[in-house]
């Protein structure tokens, strides 16, 4: 297959602008590191970041733990056991309210 020009020009556009970017990202983390030396890790940072890409090596470094979201069935017995948990306190604290 053959790409037509524009379209050439349009992918070749986005690619410098990404490795612009990348680059930059990674240039600023390596002067916070007080680093005069771009690591492939301040790269990979960025791809975490940015596109939410892990690389393989570098994953495990900078993922931050993220909390699984609970299921509409896992929320609705949350629920219930919350009401099963008030109703005898409140039957409770109003039987002590009458008997006084």
């Known amino acids: 297959f053959k790409l037509q020009p524009e379209l050439a020009d349009e992918l ?5 602008n990404f490795v612009t970017e990348a680059v930059e990202f990674g240039c600023a983390l390596a002067a916070r ?3 005069k030396v771009l690591r492939t890790s301040d790269l990979a940072m ?3 970041r940015t596109y939410h ?3 393989p090596g570098f994953s495990k470094e900078y993922t931050p ?3 699984p979201v609970a299921s509409d069935l896992h929320k609705a017995r949350s629920v219930a056991v919350r009401k099963a948990q008030l109703q005898p306190q409140q039957s409770g604290a109003a039987g ?3 008997a006084s």
């Open 12 to 16: 070749m556009e986005l690619t410098d």
């Open 65 to 67: 733990y993220r909390r």
């Open 53 to 55: 890409l892990h690389i």
């Open 96 to 98: 002590a309210q009458g």
């Open 33 to 35: 590191r007080s680093s």
């Open 46 to 48: 960025y791809m975490q």
